[in-house]
Structure formats: C-alpha cells, structure tokens
C-alpha cells in the first residue's frame, strides 16, 4: 500500500515539530476535514506558504484557516514563529488550486446496464489516479490513455469509440501546473450516436479522500492541542 508505505517512511518526520508531516497531524486534529498540507515555498515577503487540501474537496473559510494557524503554531519551526512584538507568524496558509479535467467519451453499454452505475464505477477509478495525497504535479501528468482505458475496461461497456473519447477537449496527455492538484470538472457521457446519456457539468466533481490520521501522535505530542 503506496499510503501506508509513505506513512512509514515519514515517522520520524513526525515527531520532529516544524516539519510538513507534524503539521499535516496538528491541522488535522484542529480540523478533521484537512486532508494534506503541500509546501509552496516562500511567498513575496517571504513567508512559508502552505496550501491545504481538503477531504472533500471543499475550501477552508479565512476563519477556519486563522483557527489552524492559531491552533498549531506552537508546532512551527523557530524560522516561522511569530517574532516578539510582532503579529504575523511567517507562515502564509491558503487553500490549494484545482486544474479542472473536463471529460467526455461516446460508449456503447450492454442493453439493460445501469448507467448511473457506469459512471460512478469510472469516475471512483479515476479517483484513484488523481488521488491528492499522492499526486505530484512536478513528475505527473494526467495521461489521456490512462482515463480511456479505465472508460473502456469498466464493467458494462460493449464498445468504447477511442476517437470519440476527450480529455480537456483534445485526446492527449494533461499537464498539471506546480503547485495544483487535478480535478475533474465535466464528465459528460454519450451514446455512439452523441446522444447524452450522463452530463454532469459546471461545478466540480464531489470527492472525498479519508485523511491518514496519526492517532497516537495526536494522543501525546500533540495533547496540548484542544
């Protein structure tokens, strides 16, 4: 499991407070919604800028991002504490940003087959591709092939038409800007006629990602934290 694989490798990371991994835990004992925090780097007036992903997709209001801030700087580096006198801490924190995937492919299914069904079978394996908390933009790219193979090989397909199946409205490969995550925007499906048979358009797709709390970190490094 690349996941837990991961977890392994960041132990000591998160015991150590400053780092990405013990604050990762201190937001999300804050707040149960916080998925992932990604480093950005310095912002204009050099502060450490750290964008916050979501479970469900969903953007952190200015309140509940001051109440992490706030919460957990105790746990910030001696370079990012707020300095005395001052009323800023050098941590700048925002929410992440989406590069939408629009989707749309012509399928013929098996007579009788539940479409609503197909789709929600394709976009849960699509998920698991653009997974925010393995997805780095630096070294991925959302392949084209890779989404008509998994449209193609779902259960309830007859025939699938390569030509007719588009991603962002071409039929090559999705390069996502640094420091943003993939989304899928439009996932509109056709008859091989391009008839609608699904459109679900306009706003981004729901998702949910259970976060990898760290229970027993949480429980003792992180027990000043109500």
């Known amino acids: 499991d690349d996941l837990f694989r991961k977890r392994i490798k960041e132990g000591v990371n998160i015991l150590a407070r400053g780092t990405i991994s013990s604050l990762e ?3 999300m004992k804050v707040n149960s919604n916080v998925l ?3 480093n950005q780097g310095l912002d204009s007036v050099g502060n450490t800028k750290l964008a916050i992903v979501t479970q469900n997709g969903v953007d952190l209001t200015a309140n509940e991002l001051g109440t992490l801030l706030e919460s957990a700087k105790q746990f910030a580096s001696l370079t990012d504490a707020r300095a005395f006198g001052e009323e800023t801490y050098g941590i700048a924190l925002s929410n992440i940003e989406y590069d939408p995937i629009d ?3 012509r399928v013929t299914l098996e007579s009788g087959y539940d479409s609503d069904q197909y789709r929600i079978d394709v976009q849960t394996k699509i998920s698991k591709i653009i997974d925010p908390r393995t997805f780095n933009s630096e070294t ?3 392949e084209w092939d890779d989404l008509l193979e998994i449209a193609k090989n779902t259960k309830g397909v007859r025939y699938l038409q390569d030509q007719y199946f ?3 409205s071409g039929r090559v490969d999705v390069s996502i800007p640094r420091n943003k995550l993939p989304r899928v925007r439009n996932f509109s499906i056709f008859d091989e006629n391009g008839t609608v ?3 679900l ?4 797709s729901p998702v949910f990602f259970p976060n990898q709390e760290d229970l027993n970190f949480q429980l003792t490094a992180l027990s000043s934290i109500s």
Do not use: E, P, W
Not at 201 to 204: D, E, F, V
């Open 166 to 168: 588009f991603v962002n």
């Open 25 to 27: 835990q201190a937001f």
């Open 36 to 38: 992932k925090v990604l």
């Open 201 to 204: 358009s306009g706003t981004l």
């Open 197 to 199: 048979i699904q459109d």
């Open 140 to 142: 991925q790219r959302v």
């Open 103 to 105: 989707i749309n492919f």
